[in-house]
């Protein structure tokens, strides 16, 4: 099948050598989003402010995509402290749905440019 590199302005450029998104047939897998602003490419201030603005990059490339979050089947989740998992969940809530997503919560070390949290996705268009 062929891949389809999906790309909006609604969520930040790529930093490095990889597609905001790619589809293959009816799935878009989404690359990880950090609390970068779209519009400045600066981190926002803040474990809130950053959970909010992640979900508002995957939301972004999920439209782009011709779908949206309800349609994510796999969540990852990346923390630099895995005390700030309520928060995520406290936020996710106001995205998410049930049925909700299959998800994975992993404490890191480390993120680009600082950041103290990171989600990828996986999300499913067909029928």
């Known amino acids: 099948m062929a891949k389809t590199i999906i790309a909006t302005p609604h969520a930040p450029t790529a930093i490095g050598t990889y597609s905001q998104a790619v589809r293959v ?4 897998y989404m690359s990880g989003q950090i609390g ?5 490419m600066q981190m926002v201030d803040g474990i809130d402010a950053q959970i909010v603005r992640v979900f508002e990059n995957l939301k972004a490339v999920a439209e782009a995509a011709g779908g ?7 969540l990852n989740v990346f923390l630099t402290d895995l005390a700030n998992f309520a928060r995520v ?5 106001k995205y998410f749905s049930q049925p909700y997503p299959a998800r994975a919560a992993v404490g890191v070390k ?4 600082g950041a103290l949290v990171e989600a990828d996705a ?6």
């Open 25 to 28: 047939g009816d799935t878009i």
């Open 36 to 40: 970068l602003d779209p519009a400045t």
């Open 68 to 74: 949206s979050l309800a349609d994510v089947v796999k």
């Open 89 to 93: 969940n406290e936020t996710m809530a």
């Open 110 to 113: 480390e993120l680009p440019r």
């Open 122 to 127: 996986v999300m499913h268009l067909g029928k």
